[in-house]
């Protein structure tokens, strides 16, 4: 079937590989990448794309509800895949308003411009969600997230997610509005935005600069490489049911320090250093205001019913994570000039 189908914060880090996906796996689509290119969106991530007839990129901003109402006047949007975000923690804990306009706001306006678009006819369409486990809180040494499990988000940033899964549910048992949703773990792989762990941590062992860990380094994160995530995307917008809830994760926990341990021997093999070079960076810092112990997915739901599951094991996810940063020193540079540093100064020497 012909879809015309809008992604939001498509030029981000995993939207950008959820764009590609589908603009190449699906000739017949129509697929729109709305993005405002903040800080975090790069153009660069979808040059590949430039030449593709069935794609189409607008700059627009979510929290402009004119904006957002015009577009679906204009195109005969049949699908939403929704990811446009605000989403750091650190920069939520510095500065929540951003993720409370754009994260909260310009979700409801997604909604009500689908709503309105689609009254009367929600035969075929499907507004699709994408968040994140934080909604579910931190969990203690043992247990996992299920799809059940209560909200108790604990950041400027989770809260704003959570806030926005709520409306969705509530558009969906108030007017209809066939809805999707699914709270995935951390993700990692080429073109994230170097203010999250993993690229921060192989940019500036490049540097011989010192790798920040907060706290004790204790803290545990369940790790997904973000194809495996795109897949799993690309999987529930086709056959997830209207309604339902899934969690994705990687069935892969970390510690922070164990993580940051098998970077650093990937990069001193890599770099052609001496064992323990990369390792001698690591320099603990102070711990982020209530950081959540851990986070760990049960992905069951979403692997029996949809028959999903991740396809790269970490070792190799992260030696092609690697591979793929330091054969792109050129886009690593360019957004690591200017106004990273800024921020870069503001969350690591000025705390
Ligand atoms: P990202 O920060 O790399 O990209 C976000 C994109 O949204 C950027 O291109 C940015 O320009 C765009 N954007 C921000 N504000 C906007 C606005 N007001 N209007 C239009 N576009 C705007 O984020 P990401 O890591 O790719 O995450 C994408 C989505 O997936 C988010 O909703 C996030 O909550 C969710 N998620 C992320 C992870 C993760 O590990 N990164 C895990 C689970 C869920
Ligand atoms: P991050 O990549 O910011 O993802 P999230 O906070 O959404 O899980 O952080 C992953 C983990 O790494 C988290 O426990 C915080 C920690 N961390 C550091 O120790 N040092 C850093 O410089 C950063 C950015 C994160």
Redesign the pocket.
Known sequence: MKQTILI????????SHVVRLFVNKYSEYHIIN?????Y???LENLTDLDQSPNYTFIK????DAETIDAIFEKYPITGVCH??????VDRSIAEPMAFIT?NII?TVNLLNAARKAWTGNFEGKRFYH????EVYGSLGSEGFFVETTSYDPRSPYSAS?ASSDHLVRAYNHTYGLPVVITN????YGQN??PE?LIPLAINNIKHMKPIPVYGKGENIRDWLYVIDHARAIDLVFHEGKVGETYNIGGFNEWTNISLIHVLCEIMDRKMNRAPGTSASLITYVKDRAGHDLRYAIDATKIQKELGWEPSLQFAEGLEKTVDWYLANEEWMDRITTGKYQAYYDQQYHKR
């Open positions: 939001t914060g498509g030029a981000g880090f995993i939207g709305l993005d405002a290119l903040t975090a969106g790069n627009a901003d979510i929290r990811l446009a975000a605000e989403s750091h754009t310009g994408i968040s994140t486990d997610k995935c773990s951390n993700n994230q935005f999250k």
